[in-house]
């Protein structure tokens, strides 16, 4: 009877993780509004200390550090996630300390990028975890448009 139980039990766990793993979030595209407003002005505020120095006031890239504006930037990351850009981020930079910025910190940068180029913003905020974000897709130009 023990024995039953526990059986039932693995079936049970299966089951319910198959489940889990099947639900997938619905695909995002950053033209929907990926990032809130609150959002993008922390991010302009962490931009300015740990990312201006290197990328420009204005994001348009300074020496060998690329602009994070424009078409260029666009092209580079055109139908990649927000997932990428978010790891690229946290395991980059800031150039002198490569890996120190926390989640929320590289998805508010992130957010303030968006904005940048001129993504809309949205209801939800873009989540501190690459894992959470691999749904929303950067898209250089506007579906339908």
């Not at 993008?40 to 962490?46: D, L, T």
């Not at 978010?86 to 508010?108: C, H, K, S, W, Y």
């Amino acid at each position: 009877m023990k024995r039953m139980y526990l059986m039932l039990g693995a079936a049970a766990l299966a089951l319910g993780g198959a489940a889990i793993v099947g639900a997938q979030m619905p695909e995002r595209n950053v033209w929907g509004g990926a990032y809130t407003a609150e959002q993008a002005e922390r991010g302009k505020a962490a931009y300015a200390e740990n990312c201006a120095a290197c990328h420009g006031e204005t994001l348009s890239g300074i020496d060998v550090a690329p602009a994070l504006v424009g078409s260029t930037f666009l092209s580079n990351w055109n139908n990649t996630s927000a997932a990428d850009l978010f790891e690229r981020i946290q395991m980059t930079m800031p150039l002198n300390a490569p890996g120190t910025l926390g989640g929320r910190t590289v998805a508010d940068i992130e957010a303030f990028i968006f904005q940048s180029n001129g993504f809309p913003t949205g209801q939800l905020a873009l989540p501190p975890t690459p894992q959470m974000m691999t749904n929303v897709r950067i898209s250089a130009q506007k579906p339908g448009g």
